[in-house]
Structures are given as C-alpha cells and as structure tokens.
C-alpha cells in the first residue's frame, strides 16, 4: 500500500516539474523500511528508528524532513497516517557548510590521479580527466556534465541543456579548455559505445551520479586531500565554489566592473537569480586584499 501511494507522490511531483530524484530514492528506502515490518501506514516511531540508521545528524535530520514531506501529504488524505515532529531529533543548526576552494595546485593533482586510473588501454582515465577538469574550467554542476551529449559540444561551446532551473544556455571554452575537450573527443569518438553521451565508462556506458561521486572521493583521498569514509573534506561540488571565486579575484577592481562580472558570472552559472551567484563567493586572502584597497581608496576619497 505504501508503495503505491509512494507512486502516485512521484508521479505528482514529476508531473508539476521536480526531478525527485533524492527525495525518491529516500522514501523508497523508508517504504521498504516500513512495508518489511508488515506496516501500511507511517508512523512516528518507525520514521524515527529508520532515520537513526543515519550516520550523520545532518542525514538522519534529512531523512526526517524527506518523510515527514510525504505523511503531511498521506495525512491530508488519511488521518492515520502520522506526522513525525520537525524536531524530533532536536531543533536543527542552520550553519551553511563553508565551501572548500581548491588551489591550483590541488586541482593538477586531482587530474594527475584521475590519469592514473585503470583499467590500462580504457578511456576511463581519460573520461574523468577531462570531466574534472572541464567542471573545474568552466563551474558546471556534475549533473550538467554527466548530461552532455556529444551534439551538445558545438563550434561555439558547450550547450548545457534542461539545466537545474528548466534553462538551456551555451558555455563559450577557454582555448585550453577546448583543446583538452578536443583531446578527449578524438579517443571518445573511436570508443565503442551505443551511447551519445559525451562522458562514458570503460564499458562504454552513461556515466551514473554515485559512480562518479564514488570516483571522487577515492582520489580526493588518494591525494591526501580528505580523510577516510565518514570524514568531511572538500566535495566536487567545491569545483564550482572554486571557479566562481576564482573567476571574482581575476575581475577589474572596481564596482562597476564587479557588478558587470558578477552578472555574466552568474548567466554563466546557470542561476536563475543573481542573488544565487553570491551563495558561491567565499573569502580568499586576494580577495579580502582587493576589499581593503577599495575601502582605503574610498576613505581617501571622503576625507580628500
């Protein structure tokens, strides 16, 4: 019975435009969860027990919300149906997580070791190569990436199509950048694979979010850059975090000039408001050395 009122919420959200993509793998995993113990409806305690199996208070807590979406909904509905508290694990510290901002450096060691990759003669080293340098040139998201298909990678760049916000835009390439893409495509073009994806596995298939997250995070901690399982360290999402603060430092410094960058920054990142481009700004020391030149020159300016 869950499972079919599980379907039916799925079928809702994706007909109204949502992905549900997390959110469903998360309640299929509850309603396995609570139809394995013979229940048809959701309860508090066992939405508490099945979020415990969490191993970190931000995932039980997101677990919790995830479900308690789900019995507001059957609730409405069936009033048999429970609605666990928002704060059954206690009130939640809203801290934004502080993006890691990779170095140059860092960045040429994470491509050095995705290189290095087996199995020997295949394209996966080349695929990831190129992946992770090609999100940390131009900030894309890792679904973006994932989702190019070989007639997206035109003459004037990169088409990023059905984008997180339902938005198509086109990514003009650095020469480097290109130069690198056009490396990969001459060995991508002779791999054997049915798919039109740009970015395949040794085996000649689509590339799978968790897979390349598992990728990830086995050379970020084969690089001395994250700690073992568990552990936090910097996400590949910080790519992008890294390429917009990059991309901030190298700006003229003046206001006019910022305000320009920041909106061409932002068009280039895909964000539907401007304001979703400053969640990606993070002090560096260049930065905070450009803010204090511009504060002096404007104290000069009012005591001249």
Not at 93 to 110: A, D, G, H, V, W
Request: hydrophobic share 40%; proline share 5%; glycine share 6%.
């Amino acid at each position: 019975m869950l499972s079919q009122l599980l379907a039916d919420h799925a079928a809702l959200h994706q007909a109204l435009g949502f992905k549900f993509r997390t959110p469903g793998v998360l309640l299929r995993n509850f309603v396995a969860f609570a139809e394995h113990r013979g229940e048809h409806v959701i309860t508090t305690a066992t939405v508490h027990e099945w979020a415990l199996q969490a191993p970190s208070p931000e995932q039980r807590r997101n677990r919790l919300l995830t479900v308690r979406r789900f019995a507001l909904s059957l609730h409405a509905e069936d009033p048999r149906h429970e609605v666990p508290s928002a704060d059954l694990f206690g009130r939640a510290s809203r801290k934004r997580r502080t993006p890691y901002i990779y170095s140059p450096e860092e960045i040429r060691r994470l491509i050095d070791a995705a290189r290095r990759l087996g199995p020997d003669d295949s394209i996966r080293s080349l695929t990831y190569a190129t992946m992770f340098g090609l999100i940390a040139a131009t900030g894309m998201r890792v679904s973006e990436a994932i989702a190019i298909r070989l007639h997206d990678v035109t003459d004037d760049g990169l088409i990023i199509a059905q984008t997180k916000f339902k938005k198509s835009r086109l990514l003009p390439l650095h020469t480097t950048t290109r130069r690198a893409l056009d490396g990969y495509l001459a060995t991508r073009l002779k791999a054997a694979s049915q798919s039109d994806a740009l970015f395949i596995s040794h085996q000649g298939t689509p590339l799978a979010y968790p897979t390349v997250i598992t990728v990830f995070l086995q050379i970020i901690r084969s690089i001395g850059l994250r700690g073992a399982p568990g552990s936090r360290g910097p996400r590949i999402h910080d790519l992008r975090h890294t390429f917009a603060v990059r991309s901030l430092e190298h700006c003229a410094h003046d206001s006019q000039a910022v305000a320009r960058h920041i909106t061409a920054l932002s068009t280039y990142l895909g964000h539907a408001h401007v304001t979703d481009t400053y969640w990606y700004l993070q002090s560096t020391p260049e930065l905070m050395a450009h803010m204090s030149e511009a504060g002096e020159t404007l104290h000069r300016g009012v005591t001249a």
